[in-house]
């Protein structure tokens, strides 16, 4: 008895036609095409693994894409005090050439004045630099802005719509609420911490 023999024992008189299929020459090239058949797919499973392995290694780790206004927003340790008559705003502000621009204004007093019931706004004594700034920004409660186009300063105390020329500079930390209110508001504005 062959090993062909002993996997396929012969079936006496049940099934003669698989029996005569089962031939040794048959087992063979059906053994083959699947040799063949499962070589092929091997090769392109292997294939496409290692172009993914290849671009994976190429690309490094995926990081988040990051827009020109996030990467132009990156925070320092750059604190501000905004003095009113009531209370002490703190904020921090963006490592951005704007903002280290307007920190170089600093201590400044200013009159904000409501504009569009949506944001306080006051001249500046010198239009501020927008070096690397994105085009415009979509600014949100307690965002404290440059618009540069009229070269003023704008804090945020209701969300507003992407402007064109609008560059933040940095967010209000605690009492943004203290701002809104109908009326101007004169404001000593300071650096209490430093970049490190």
């Known amino acids: 008895m062959n090993r062909l023999d ?3 024992p012969r079936c006496e008189g049940e099934a003669p036609a698989i029996q005569q299929r ?5 087992l063979l090239a059906s053994a083959g095409g699947l040799a063949v058949l499962s070589t092929f797919v091997a090769l392109i499973l292997g294939t496409a693994l290692s172009g993914i392995i290849a671009h994976a290694e190429q690309s490094g780790p995926t990081a988040p894409t990051t827009s020109r206004e996030q990467t132009h927003q990156r925070t320092t340790a750059m604190k501000i005090s905004i003095r009113t008559q009531h209370k002490v705003i703190t904020a921090t502000l963006a490592d951005n050439s704007t903002s280290r621009d307007f920190v170089s204004l600093l201590p400044i007093t200013l009159t904000l004045k409501d504009y569009a019931a949506t944001e306080k706004v006051s001249d500046l004594p010198r239009r501020l630099s927008t070096e690397g700034a994105p085009a415009g920004s979509d600014p949100s409660i307690g965002d404290i802005a440059y618009y540069s186009p009229w070269g ?4 945020f105390y209701r969300n507003f719509r992407y402007s064109s020329g609008l560059i933040k500079l940095g967010k209000i930390d605690t009492g943004i609420e203290e701002l809104n209110v109908p009326e101007g508001t004169k404001v000593m504005i300071e650096l209490i911490e430093k970049p490190r």
């Open 6 to 8: 002993a996997c396929f």
């Open 22 to 26: 089962l031939t040794r020459r048959s």
């Open 152 to 155: 003023n300063l704008a804090i």
